[in-house]
């Protein structure tokens, strides 16, 4: 069996620096797609050439809902909203959006990532920027 | 490959039960094995649709369950899961095992049990079909999928709210034309519009129901069906997947997937969105039967919602989608809605469809979501 290298980052080592605040794409060095992790082979040349790269954290809300009925572990969360977010660097990602009143949420509303973190999980969060 | 038809279908009727899924599901194979005249022994295999057995019935292994208490304990037993496509990829699956020539006689159906536990454990369940990791942490739900999907269609389209309500109210009307349906009642746009909301801007009447219930369909090869009268072919049957995160995806307003399954299915069956007469999709929200009607190519992207408002796929329209009350009226097993969806289009091919049969429907077109959109089956029947 021929060796394979390691996967350049990981779905842990991702929100191990998510938690301290920074974003981590991959950048395909053959054709310059840039994705969120963790992907094998590029999805759009077939290669698996990536190297991390550090993202903004900056985008723009695409889409967004306010989840009214919540899964049994969220209902005490309920009424809480959930954005796509089109991340200036391209790729998108979805996240709960924090400190924006639920009736001032806006497609086209810029915002900036913070991570939402409760005892040992992190997730993705965003806050008007 | 071998020519695949149709001979038999079951549907239970879909609401609450105290039956198991795999009760359920028995129930729609006897049916189907004797509406296709074929005895349990010659039943050669088995493909078996069911979702979150694991959560709300504590229950793996279903498919040797299902066998088990149908009462055919000795075929082989495959269980699919693609969320809620998953008796469509199994259906898919029997016509290519008959096609390659492996057996002349398969059962394919699901089943599901979700009324058992309430609606906050049920939505967590079908929540697991999304990311682990980067979605159900968020708290993300199935309206709130589509809520998404909703919101990114009516910025680009125009869409609006009331469009998405005539759907409702389009297939609760069918819904009342369908003795198994789980609703059997009219409503209004006002009444969608009044409706708690659910997932903004989706409000409860822009969602299917939770349900119970069991589907089933006897496929054989042609030299069975051959001289069968009731026989209705398997013209094509694809399948397409798309990235699994929402983040990932492009174009909120657009199923990738379905286009592409679609596109494989039209070419595979020789014809094109023009020859529909009619089609059973998957309405789980009211937004994704506009999305699903313009990604099967039956209206331009950005038209689905016009259309429905304007009858064109009520029964009497242009093209007549979800006679049969669709997943919002007929109701949701998950895992056995594919089954159902091909049970009410060889209904219409036959002929059978009583007061919400479609005049003179010559082919029919079946189309299943699972997930985050990750999982599309589209299939076209047909008429001798």
């Known amino acids: 069996m021929k060796a394979v290298s390691e996967p350049v980052i990981t779905l842990k080592n991702f929100f191990e620096r998510a938690r301290e605040g920074q974003l981590t794409g991959i950048r395909c060095t053959a054709c310059g797609e840039i994705a969120i992790p963790p992907k094998e082979f590029c999805p759009a040349c077939g290669k698996r050439a990536w190297a991390p790269v550090p993202l903004s954290g900056e985008g723009t809300i695409d889409s967004f809902t306010v989840i009214r009925v919540a899964p049994r572990s969220f209902a005490g969360d309920a009424p809480y909203a959930i954005a796509h977010v089109r991340l200036v660097e391209g790729p998108g990602l979805l996240g709960r959006v924090l400190d924006v009143p639920l009736d001032r949420l806006s497609v086209g509303l810029r915002v900036t990532f913070r991570p939402l973190i409760a005892s040992e999980q992190t997730s993705v969060g965003f806050v008007p920027a | ?384």
């Open chain 2, 1 to 384: 490959m071998r020519r695949v038809a149709v001979l038999g279908v079951g549907v239970t009727k879909f609401g609450k039960h105290d039956r198991t899924s795999g009760e359920l599901f028995a129930e729609a194979a006897v049916e189907a094995l004797a509406d296709a005249g074929i005895e349990p022994r010659q039943v050669q295999a088995l493909y078996y649709g069911n979702v979150v057995g694991g959560e709300t019935e504590k229950q793996l292994h279903t498919g040797p369950q299902a066998a088990s208490i149908l009462g055919i304990p000795g075929v082989p037993t495959t269980r699919i899961e693609t969320a809620c496509a998953s008796s469509h990829a199994a259906f898919r699956h029997a016509v290519m095992e008959i096609g390659a020539g492996v057996s002349d006689v398969v059962l394919v159906g699901g089943g599901e049990r979700v009324l058992n536990v309430t609606t906050e454990e049920s939505t967590e369940y079908f929540a697991y079909a999304s990311d682990a990791t980067w979605e159900q942490t968020l708290g993300l739900t199935f309206p709130g999928v589509f809520a998404l999907i909703a919101r990114a269609h009516m910025t680009k389209y125009g869409t609006t709210e009331e469009q998405m309500a005539a759907v409702a109210v389009k297939n609760h009307h069918h819904g009342t034309l369908n003795p198994k349906a789980q609703f059997q009642k009219e409503i209004t746009v006002e009444q969608v519009m009044r409706s708690p909301k659910v997932a903004d801007p989706l409000k409860l009447y822009d969602c299917c129901p939770f349900s119970d219930g069991g589907a089933a369909v006897v496929l054989v090869s042609e030299d069975i069906a051959r001289g069968r009268r009731r026989a209705i072919w398997v013209l094509s049957s694809a399948a397409a997947s798309d990235f699994m995160l929402l983040g990932d995806k492009r174009d909120l307003s657009r199923v990738p997937a379905t286009e592409r399954a679609a596109a494989a299915a039209y070419r595979d069956a020789g014809c094109g969105p023009e020859d529909v007469d009619v089609v059973e999709l998957h309405d789980c929200f009211t937004m994704a039967e506009i999305v699903a009607t313009e990604g099967l190519g039956l209206f331009e992207a950005g038209t689905g919602g016009v259309a429905a408002e304007k009858g064109w796929t009520s029964l009497g329209g242009k093209v007549p989608v979800n006679p049969s009350g669709g997943l919002k009226a007929k109701g949701h097993p998950i895992g056995a809605t594919g089954a159902a969806q091909v049970a009410e289009i060889v209904t219409q091919l036959r002929g059978e469809a009583g007061p919400r049969q479609v005049d003179g429907a010559r082919t029919g077109l079946v189309h299943t979501l699972g997930g985050n959109t990750a999982t599309v089956c589209v299939s076209l029947l047909g008429r001798e």
